[in-house]
């Protein structure tokens, strides 16, 4: 399995000679950029960073995404009470400087926007029932902070060298995002600090790190030259000849072709992508966003888009 990223470093200079990756690059820079003249940290041609996620999502905003997750429904779960909005933010401020919500594109702010759209997956991916369909999509989400998977350790031997994994140590799914095998728990520990190769279920003891390594994953691409799910939501990337004949374009839609391949996308459509993209449309209306702002349907769907990442040959 090929698996090449490049990593999130605290120095501009050391990231951008290890890979070329822009939109990560430049990391705080208290540099004024006369074509954002809102914005004090330069990020590359006309993106910039500035200002704090809860300048514009609060407490109540993030309650009525998830009212219910403390309810009866989930009471039978281990990790009632476990998720709050002071976890997300705590994990999301060390992230902001990076531009996770704070964004802007041509002067446009980005922010809402992603929030937006990393709680919806969030929640879809956390929610107790695999399909909600109520007025309120997330009713049931934010439920589980783990899945397990008896029938694989999800250790890739290739790794052994940098991220060996240790012995009866199972690299499943732990924190809000898809987050599986040992180099992701070793790329991930080592940016925040925090041995997750040897304690792994320090995820499944802290909310902050359950939602600090969502974010990771969502900052990241897969590979070395694709985009993260970050860089497509903001609009930053943008699509060579390969990708436009894929049908891939910046968007909701390709966030998920970023987490999830054809699990679901390429699929035509699909009741797993419908029920993301209803929760994405949900917490925008609750974020006060149009939800014209999304896009047509190529770029909020991922139905007809080619996956970067075929199942066969790569996982999140």
Same mark, same amino acid.
């Given at each position: 399995?090929?698996?090449?990223?490049?990593?999130?470093?605290?120095?501009?200079?050391?990231?951008?000679?290890?890979?070329?990756?822009?939109?990560?690059?430049?990391?705080?820079?208290?540099?004024?950029?006369?074509?954002?003249?809102?914005?004090?940290?330069?990020?590359?041609?006309?993106?910039?960073?500035?200002?704090?996620?809860?300048? /514009? %999502? &609060?407490?109540?905003? @993030?309650?009525?995404?998830?009212? !219910? $997750?403390?309810?009866?429904?989930?009471?039978?779960? *281990?990790?009632?009470?476990?998720?709050?909005?002071?976890?997300?933010?705590?994990?999301?401020? /060390? %992230? &902001?400087?990076?531009? @996770?919500?704070?964004?802007?594109? !041509? $002067?446009?702010?980005?922010?809402?926007?992603?929030? *937006?759209?990393?709680?919806?997956?969030?929640?879809?991916?956390?929610?107790?029932?695999?399909?909600?369909?109520?007025?309120?999509?997330?009713?049931?989400?934010?439920?589980?902070?783990?899945?397990?998977?008896?029938?694989?350790?999800?250790?890739?031997?290739?790794?052994?060298?940098?991220?060996?994994?240790?012995?009866?140590?199972?690299?499943?799914?732990?924190?809000?995002?898809?987050?599986?095998?040992?180099?992701?728990?070793?790329?991930?520990?080592?940016?925040?600090?925090?041995?997750?190769?040897?304690?792994?279920?320090?995820?499944?003891?802290?909310?902050?790190?359950?939602?600090?390594?969502?974010?990771?994953?969502?900052?990241?691409?897969?590979?070395?030259?694709?985009?993260?799910?970050?860089?497509?939501?903001?609009?930053?990337?943008?699509?060579?000849?390969?990708?436009?004949?894929?049908?891939?374009?910046?968007?909701?839609?390709?966030?998920?072709?970023?987490?999830?391949?054809?699990?679901?996308?390429?699929?035509?459509?699909?009741?797993?992508?419908?029920?993301?993209?209803?929760?994405?449309?949900?917490?925008?209306?609750?974020?006060?966003?149009?939800?014209?702002?999304?896009?047509?349907?190529?770029?909020?769907?991922?139905?007809?888009?080619?996956?970067?990442?075929?199942?066969?040959?790569?996982?999140?």
């Amino acid at each position: 399995m090929e698996f090449k990223y490049c990593a999130l470093l605290t120095t501009a200079l050391i990231l951008v000679m290890l890979v070329n990756c822009d939109a990560l690059s430049c990391a705080k820079r208290n540099v004024y950029e006369k074509e954002c003249a809102t914005c004090h940290v330069l990020r590359g041609p006309n993106c910039c960073v500035e200002g704090a996620i809860t300048d /514009y %999502f &609060q407490m109540d905003q @993030f309650e009525k995404m998830f009212s !219910n $997750r403390d309810s009866l429904e989930v009471e039978s779960h *281990a990790n009632k009470a476990f998720w709050d909005y002071q976890s997300f933010i705590t994990a999301s401020a /060390y %992230f &902001q400087p990076y531009g @996770f919500g704070t964004t802007y594109i !041509n $002067r446009k702010f980005t922010g809402t926007k992603e929030v *937006a759209a990393f709680l919806a997956h969030v929640a879809t991916k956390t929610s107790c029932e695999y399909n909600v369909t109520t007025k309120e999509p997330s009713a049931s989400s934010l439920c589980y902070y783990k899945k397990t998977n008896s029938n694989s350790y999800y250790c890739d031997e290739q790794y052994k060298n940098t991220y060996p994994c240790t012995s009866g140590i199972a690299y499943y799914s732990r924190g809000a995002l898809p987050f599986y095998w040992n180099y992701n728990y070793g790329e991930a520990g080592k940016e925040l600090d925090v041995d997750l190769l040897n304690h792994p279920e320090y995820i499944e003891q802290n909310a902050t790190l359950a939602f600090q390594v969502a974010i990771w994953r969502w900052m990241m691409p897969i590979k070395e030259h694709q985009p993260s799910a970050h860089e497509v939501i903001i609009d930053y990337w943008k699509p060579n000849k390969n990708d436009t004949l894929g049908k891939r374009v910046s968007g909701f839609g390709a966030t998920m072709n970023i987490l999830y391949g054809d699990l679901v996308c390429d699929q035509g459509d699909n009741e797993s992508m419908n029920n993301i993209i209803a929760h994405y449309l949900y917490y925008l209306d609750l974020m006060g966003v149009n939800q014209e702002e999304t896009g047509p349907n190529e770029v909020l769907s991922c139905a007809k888009q080619v996956v970067f990442n075929p199942s066969s040959s790569s996982s999140p």
